[in-house]
């Protein structure tokens, strides 16, 4: 299958086809539906205001009483601090005269 084919004919069915696709796209987006139109939100509804309640009548304040005699309050007596303890002084750790590091790779 080795025919020989112009330039010039190959030039117009690569042409051809880049138009059919061109106007093939177009019709493609120019045939869509509309996008839905947005809803509109709701407007609030209004709040009725509360009617003011009736203010009340004053009541008569009570005579006042006699207040008693305050009684002499006791003087506070000074808690003895508490004596420092000597904390033990830790033994030092006995360390290995060894230590065996483990690599099991090592030859």
């Known amino acids: 299958m080795s025919e020989k084919v112009s330039r010039r004919k190959y030039i117009a069915v690569a042409g051809a086809a880049a138009a059919a696709a061109v106007i093939g796209g177009a019709a493609y987006y120019l045939s869509r539906p509309a996008p839905p139109a947005p809803t509109p939100t709701p407007a609030p509804t209004p ?10 009548k004053p009541t008569a304040t009570p005579s006042p009483t006699a207040t008693p005699k ?6 506070p007596t000074a808690t003895p601090k508490p004596t420092p303890t000597a904390t033990p002084k830790p033994t030092p750790a006995e360390l290995p005269e060894f230590i065996t590091l ?3 790779g090592a030859p």
């Open 47 to 56: 709040k009725p205001t509360a009617t003011p309640a009736p203010t009340p």
């Open 70 to 75: 305050p009684t002499a309050t006791p003087t």
């Open 102 to 104: 483990m690599n099991p």
